[in-house]
């Protein structure tokens, strides 16, 4: 009673740390869920200057209306040297100049020549793709002697045929990127919270001086270490509570309330549990307080960046990402990652699922015989 | 008067380097023993022996009768240790922290109220207890070192050093209630450097170095080995070579010193020593403002036991 007394005391007195990670979830777990991506898209509208010195009929009309409905038509730029600077800046992408005769000269198969300059950047990319398409297409039907406007009709029908695309996923892997997101930001929270808070706690019992009085005490040292245990994984329990809770409140009762809700909420009690493992082994090797914020950030930071907690694992070097499985946060992180793409509950979806849990799991009790062996060695002072 | 710490050829080396070697002695109940030394001498190697805080290599331990072990929870329970160093909490109040290291002992909470409000008392923090141990002073968080240490009201105390860097108001205080706690029925180990402790304190005194007791008695049985009989100090104005020469000549006289107008004699043994030395003033004509003697003290046994060299 005593022991959870003082454990609980000096929690409240640490409150300020929880906090502050607490926030920092909240306001930076939902900037990190509203940068989600999702399977709109919409495509680049690259900024266009057209010199028409052509009759507005027939091709040039065609490939006018074309560049409108797929660029941003400039027309503010008379004078060549604004022009020029607006390219240089990328104010302007590109310049197309369609000659005289240009509608004509089409549709009678002699490839008149079409002046495009371009600033650099894939918006400039983008227009000259959208030139090169519907020249190609137009020289392509030249050859059948149509007339000018049969001609542009032609283009018109070939360029506007777009492809079906059906998502044949039964579920919308898109609901749950949010969740992810969230559970993924909050593996820096637990740990920071779990490591910081628990490793100052023992760092306190752990003093030499505090640990002289507590072995001569009259409560068996076993009974203690086996007190403070209790307290620090109800203490985790605490903030995977909160944690959640706060899911609920920030992701939303929908994708929270379901299966998929579970497993993410399984998954990060799982990684509490390990956190506090690592609090532990980071308290029997570290003797001074101080030094507890310095690995703290080491390791919570550090985990968060390599694991992919901030930038998302697909844009992280592969060498980063062989190197992040050497560390729970990897295992943590793909799985929700791995809930997220769950189509089904079959046991071939939920399978690597628990393998990785397992791996977590598998760590924890890693930590904890090293943890028990340097606190062994250290139980007595010689 | 039984014994409440027995120990019998007590052993233990670091290395080649034998810190207690065959060590024995005995405390009664109810004493306060002194166990003074010069650094390294083994004080603190011993109570961590007795403690059981240090695995020792040969010899027994016994305290009320038993043995003495790791677990011996049930003799744990009727100790209470000062450490050197304050080992407290920073994160809890000078209430709280008495609170839990008098709750490792008990459990009942009226009881464990009460007894924490009799520490506060005794070293007189009761106006502190909402205080963090950051916003006390040192003298302050010493005297709070010792509550935490003592408010369980155990039947057998060690105290070492409890009194380093403390200003003397504090020090007065603590050993106001270090004697109460003996007055309460305590058995006090006591260690220390400083000798005026010992004799204003200590029933019995052990003197270690090396490992070994190199003398053990009560103040004045110690005082008693001393080979200097008294030490007479006299204010000269004026003393030419020839009357300080004559000095050395005079019964007893073991050495004389003379600087910036204070003569320093030594005399080794005799009686009427003080009366002779003012007889030779007179008749040397020889003018002195004041003139006393003193005992040898502690300390003075102390240094002639130990040696004057520094230790570490």
């Known amino acids: ?382 | 008067m039984k014994n409440v710490i027995e120990v019998k050829h007590l052993v233990k080396s670091y290395g080649s380097n034998r810190a207690i070697d065959d060590l024995s002695f005995n405390v009664k109940e109810g004493e306060i023993l002194g166990l003074l030394g010069p650094n390294g001498s083994g004080k603190t190697t011993t109570m961590n022996s007795i403690l059981s805080l240090l695995k020792f290599d040969d010899g027994e331990i016994r305290i009320f009768g038993k043995e003495m072990s790791p677990s011996a929870y049930d003799i744990k329970a009727k100790i209470g240790v000062v450490f050197q160093e304050v080992a407290v909490f920073d994160e809890l109040t000078v209430y709280g922290n008495i609170d839990y290291f008098c709750g490792l002992y008990i459990q009942d909470k009226e009881t464990r109220a009460r007894y924490v409000n009799d520490a506060l008392n005794l070293v007189g923090l009761k106006e502190n207890k909402s205080q963090y141990p950051k916003q006390l002073s040192g003298g302050l968080l010493r005297r709070l070192n010792i509550a935490c240490g003592i408010a369980h009201k155990p039947k057998l105390i060690f105290l070492d050093e409890p009194t380093v860097a403390v200003d003397p108001q504090s020090r007065n205080n603590i050993l106001e209630g270090i004697k109460k706690l003996r007055d309460d029925g305590a058995t006090i180990i006591y260690t220390t450097h400083y000798m005026e402790e010992v004799e204003i304190l200590c029933d019995r005194v052990i003197i270690l170095d090396h490992g070994k007791i190199i003398a053990s008695g009560t103040n004045d049985e110690l005082k008693a080995l001393a080979k200097i009989e008294e030490k007479v100090t006299i204010e000269v104005a004026e003393l030419s070579p020839n009357q300080l020469s004559g000095f050395d000549d005079i019964k007893n006289v073991s050495s004389v010193e003379y600087e910036d107008g204070v003569l320093k004699v030594v005399y080794n043994k005799g009686k009427n020593n003080l009366a002779e030395m003012v007889e030779y003033l007179q008749s040397h004509k020889i003018k002195y403002s004041k003139i006393f003697a003193e005992r040898p003290t502690l300390n003075d046994v102390f240094l002639e036991l130990t040696g004057k060299e520094l230790r570490d």
């Open chain 1, 1 to 382: 009673m005593t022991v959870s007394k003082a454990f609980w005391k000096i929690v409240l007195k640490n409150i300020g740390t929880i906090i502050t990670y607490t926030i920092i979830l909240i306001v930076f777990g939902s900037l990190n869920m509203s940068s989600d991506s999702t399977t709109q898209f919409e495509a680049d509208k690259p900024s266009i200057v057209i010199f028409n010195h052509d009759e507005e009929r027939g091709i040039t009309k065609g490939f006018i209306k074309y560049l409108s409905e797929n660029a941003e038509i400039k027309d503010e730029y008379e004078d060549d040297d604004k022009l020029k600077d607006a390219l240089f800046y990328e104010n302007v992408v590109a310049v197309v100049d369609i000659p005289k005769d240009f509608s004509q000269e089409l549709a009678l198969n002699k490839n008149p020549e079409l002046k495009l300059r371009s600033s650099s950047g894939y918006a400039a990319e983008v227009a000259k793709v959208l030139v090169r398409q519907y020249m190609s297409t137009a020289k392509s039907y030249a050859s059948l002697n149509l007339s000018e406007d049969d001609l542009a009709k032609k283009v018109e029908s070939t360029l506007s045929d777009s492809t079906e695309i059906e998502i044949k996923s039964k579920v919308d892997t898109s609901k749950y990127s949010r969740a992810t997101r969230y559970f993924s930001f909050a593996n820096y929270s637990i740990l920071a919270c779990v490591i910081t808070v628990i490793c100052l706690i023992m760092s306190s019992f752990n003093r030499v001086e505090i640990r002289k009085r507590n072995l001569v005490g009259s409560i068996e040292l076993k009974r203690m270490n086996g007190i403070l245990l209790r307290n620090s994984c109800l203490y985790s329990a605490m903030m995977w509570i909160v944690y959640v809770v706060l899911g609920f409140i920030v992701v939303g009762l929908n994708e929270m309330w379901s299966i998929h809700g579970l497993l993410y909420a399984v998954n990060s009690l799982i990684f509490c549990v390990c956190a506090t493992t690592i609090a532990y082994l980071i308290s029997s090797i570290v003797k001074g307080i101080g030094a507890v914020n310095g690995i703290m950030n080491v390791i919570a930071l550090g985990s968060s960046f390599l694991c992919g907690a901030f930038v998302p694992a697909e844009y992280l070097p592969d060498s980063v990402l062989t190197f992040a499985h050497i560390l729970p946060s990897f295992y943590f992180i793909d799985t929700n990652n791995k809930i997220m793409a769950i189509e089904d509950y079959g046991s071939s979806s939920l399978l690597p699922i628990f393998i990785n849990m397992a791996v977590i799991v598998g760590f924890c009790i890693v930590f904890i015989i090293a943890s028990n062996i340097i606190t062994h060695k250290k139980e007595r002072l010689a």
